[in-house]
């Protein structure tokens, strides 16, 4: 797996190099928008810093796009959500605010990876549709119900985005806290639990989170298109 990385903040780049070569990606590093621009390819996924020091990133960014459909996860210490928004309303595929640990990036790229792969050529680029109801547009980081946008905070949607990857595949406590939290995270993980439960209160009776003690969760798909319980129950 090749990645393309364009970061000008060394510390960061050595570090983030160092992480996804240790779990076998290959990675070609760059400071600058021309020089990312300029390179020859072919790569799997661009990581993108927005601040770079001869172009915003998001030029770089649009322009990546029009090239082609290569995977953009932007990588950027710009945590407003204008930003965010701009961003994948330019073509990113996803977006990462620092700081963040390396293995919240490889999770990333493998959820995009996994989405590119599953995506027949020439298909809509749409939100994805899970089951009758639900529908999780993710370039504009926005959740819908029968049409109608459901209220979540960023770290429930984060939560959702990642659990709907793979609807019924089991995921470990550390599995999650490390994609949606942070690797290094070391507090207490009770706010997971909180946020789950956030979940199964807004999302009442269109997806089941099942706890599995001792191990972590397990999403589904109610199928059924008619209204659900009031609520599925405590995590």
Aim: charged share 30%; with cysteine; hydrophobic share 45%.
């Amino acid at each position: 797996m090749h990645v393309l990385l364009v970061e000008d903040d060394e510390p960061v780049a050595e570090s983030l190099r160092r992480g996804l070569q240790r779990y076998g990606f290959a990675v070609d590093w760059v400071t600058t928008g021309a020089a990312a621009l300029a390179h020859p390819g072919p790569c799997d996924v661009v990581l993108l810093d927005l601040g770079l020091p001869d172009t915003d990133g998001l030029d770089v960014c649009r322009a990546l796009r029009d090239r082609g459909g290569v995977p953009i996860i932007v990588i950027s210490a710009r945590s407003d959500e204008t930003d965010r928004v701009v961003g994948l309303e330019l073509g990113a595929d996803d977006y990462v605010s620092k700081p963040f640990g390396v293995r919240e990036v490889i999770a990333r790229i493998r959820a995009v990876l996994r989405r590119v792969q599953a995506r027949p050529a020439g298909a809509d680029t749409g939100p994805d549709r899970y089951g009758p109801r639900l529908t999780v547009d993710r370039k504009a980081a926005r959740v819908h119900v029968d049409g109608a946008e459901v209220a979540l905070a960023p770290k429930e949607y984060d939560l959702l985005s990642f659990l709907t990857e793979e609807p019924g595949a089991l995921m470990s406590r550390e599995q999650i806290m490390e994609a949606v939290w942070d690797a290094n995270w070391f507090g207490p993980t009770k706010t997971l639990d909180v946020h789950v439960a956030a979940l199964r209160r807004k999302l009442a009776g269109v997806v089941v989170i099942e706890a599995v003690r001792g191990v972590g969760f397990r999403l589904e798909i109610v199928k059924d298109a008619g209204p659900g319980p009031e609520d599925a129950g405590p995590s």
